[in-house]
């Protein structure tokens, strides 16, 4: 029923309000990190465009400043794919989606208000041909963000990208990984190579830096099963698409938490785990996947995990004329931002809370 004095109040209380001004002490906190000093915000769609809409910080590879808490960064490379290419222009269509951030609403997070994030540009690449060199150049590349203490978020490319990016964030011990994904991506070389986009995590295990026993594999599915025993034989957990609509998406975070334990956990999560409904823009679209609701859940299921790396890999922005698949790139891209911050702090604070007391 109409009640004119409830009208009253809410006209009293809102009439004359700006949209930044906000009661609820959360929502007020998030909306100043915001806003600033007035309520103007820049148009999303002016401006240079930047992953997640961060400060560019493009002097990384020059500077190597040590003021950034968590870099985002590009890798153009497809030399990888053995499918359709074009996951080369997967960063350029991440940075052109707009209004992604600053608020991850299901969380309850504002990574940005707290961190400093950036978007430290593409990493330099040596060679348009050379698949080995650059892998060298990437490894080389994000080593230099570990080093520093950075914790890198990367947008691929295909997913070749990921074994040297394992390579620099498990250099001194292996990490796990949550894996999202309608392939293992554990296959052996082929025609000489084994650095395609089929068997970069077969190469991180022998490489040492990747923990078989603490990695998780959701959403697989397809037609090249018989290429993956890798992921049986060294004791990788693996979920098809099938048994995540059979268990439910609580039981598949569950899991994935019990997999990965309280280590060092990486993220990777490739947009063919998606149904191509939902994703189109991939190399190898593989029918019957995850939507990007399924998809979000999951990630967000693993809040509180020791994240220090992720990446979304393999948007080809040509194959999909709508940019639904740079869509959910971007907000994937964004909840693992949420994660790897919450991480950060949490070492942080063990680290404060655990240091020898001064004397």
């Not at 009439?15 to 600033?36: M, Q, W």
């Not at 309520?39 to 002016?46: G, M």
């Not at 399924?294 to 393999?314: H, K, Q, S, Y």
Request: hydrophobic share 40%; aromatic share 8%.
């Amino acid at each position: 029923m109409f009640d004119p004095q409830k009208l009253a109040d809410l006209r009293a209380k809102y009439g004359t309000l700006a949209g930044n001004e906000i009661f609820d002490p959360h929502f007020r906190e998030v909306a100043n990190s915001v806003f600033k000093d007035s309520d103007k915000r820049p148009p999303p769609y002016a401006g240079i465009p930047s992953l997640l809409h961060a400060p560019l910080r493009p002097d990384f590879a020059k500077t190597k400043p040590s003021d950034i808490d968590i870099a985002l960064l590009g890798i153009p490379m497809d030399l990888g794919v053995t499918n359709r290419s074009g996951a080369r222009f997967g960063p350029r269509a991440v940075r052109n989606v707009e209004r992604v951030g600053t608020y991850e609403h299901f969380l309850r997070m504002a990574p940005m208000a707290n961190l400093t994030v950036a978007d430290i540009g593409d990493v330099p690449l040596s060679s348009r041909y050379d698949l080995a060199a650059c892998h060298k150049d990437i490894e080389t590349f994000l080593a230099s963000l570990v080093s520093a203490g950075i914790v890198p978020l990367s947008v691929g490319g295909d997913h070749s990208v990921t074994l040297p990016v394992l390579r620099a964030v498990g250099k001194d011990r292996p990490v796990g990984m949550i894996h999202i994904d309608a392939h293992c991506d554990t296959s052996g070389s082929f025609e000489g190579c084994k650095f395609h986009h089929g068997g970069p995590f077969r190469q991180a295990v022998l490489d040492g830096v990747l923990d078989p026993e603490r990695t998780i594999q959701i959403g697989i599915r397809g037609n090249a099963e018989y290429l993956w025993e890798f992921s049986y034989d060294s004791g990788m957990t693996v979920i098809h698409a099938e048994e995540v609509f059979a268990m439910g998406l609580a039981a598949v975070v569950q899991r994935a938490r019990q997999v990965v334990g309280n280590g060092p956990t990486y993220v990777s999560f490739d947009v063919d785990s998606l149904d191509p409904a939902f994703a189109p823009g991939t190399g190898t679209p593989e029918v019957g996947g995850l939507s990007s609701a399924d998809a979000l859940a999951i990630v967000r299921g693993c809040l509180g995990l020791d994240i220090i790396g992720g990446d979304v890999v393999e948007v080809a922005p040509q194959y999909d004329p709508t940019s639904n698949t740079a869509q959910v790139a971007a907000q994937v891209l964004f909840a693992i931002l949420c994660l790897a911050g919450s991480a950060l702090q949490a070492r942080r604070t063990n680290a404060t809370s655990f240091s020898p007391a001064r004397k």
